[in-house]
């Protein structure tokens, strides 16, 4: 069974720092693009950042440029994202998805992502 499990989220000031973990299980990682997204109450999903199979190209939106990091362990079977100088408007629950991209040179924040995890609640507040 094809599965996708983030960790690493909770309650963090503003300014702080978390890192989430995207670990899969039931298939290898090597061949997947993996994208970062986040819903907040009363909004709709968007994307935060994304890393192509190799790891050697990344995509972040322009609401975390500079303060978000995605980054990949194959060996690991795990994707992070390194998230700095937290803002109350951060908060949200974030996604990890998966799809299928052994050749891609790029990857996007778009939804078009065949597996999803559950989630973790992010709640940046004093």
Same mark, same amino acid.
């Given at each position: 069974?094809?599965?996708?499990?983030?960790?690493g &989220? @909770?309650? $963090?000031?503003?300014? @702080?720092?978390?890192?989430l !973990?995207?670990?899969?299980?039931?298939?290898?990682l090597?061949?997947y693009?993996?994208?970062?997204f986040?819903?907040?109450?009363g909004?709709?999903?968007?994307? $935060?950042?994304c890393? =192509? !199979? /190799? &790891?050697?190209?990344? =995509?972040?939106?322009? %609401?975390?440029?500079?303060?978000?990091?995605?980054?990949?362990?194959?060996?690991k =079977?795990t $994707?992070y994202?390194?998230? =700095?100088?937290l803002k109350?408007?951060?908060?949200?629950?974030?996604?990890?998805?998966?799809?299928?991209?052994?050749? /891609?040179?790029?990857c996007?924040?778009?939804?078009?992502?065949?597996y999803?995890? #559950?989630?973790? #609640?992010?709640?940046? %507040?004093?």
């Amino acid at each position: 069974q094809l599965q996708l499990v983030e960790s690493g &989220g @909770g309650l $963090v000031q503003p300014g @702080g720092s978390l890192r989430l !973990s995207c670990a899969a299980s039931g298939f290898t990682l090597d061949h997947y693009a993996i994208g970062w997204f986040r819903q907040a109450p009363g909004k709709e999903r968007e994307g $935060v950042s994304c890393i =192509n !199979s /190799s &790891g050697g190209s990344t =995509n972040y939106a322009d %609401s975390v440029e500079g303060r978000f990091t995605i980054s990949r362990d194959n060996a690991k =079977n795990t $994707v992070y994202l390194q998230m =700095n100088s937290l803002k109350a408007e951060d908060t949200a629950v974030y996604y990890c998805a998966a799809r299928m991209d052994p050749y /891609s040179a790029h990857c996007t924040i778009l939804p078009h992502y065949d597996y999803w995890g #559950q989630g973790t #609640q992010v709640t940046v %507040s004093s």
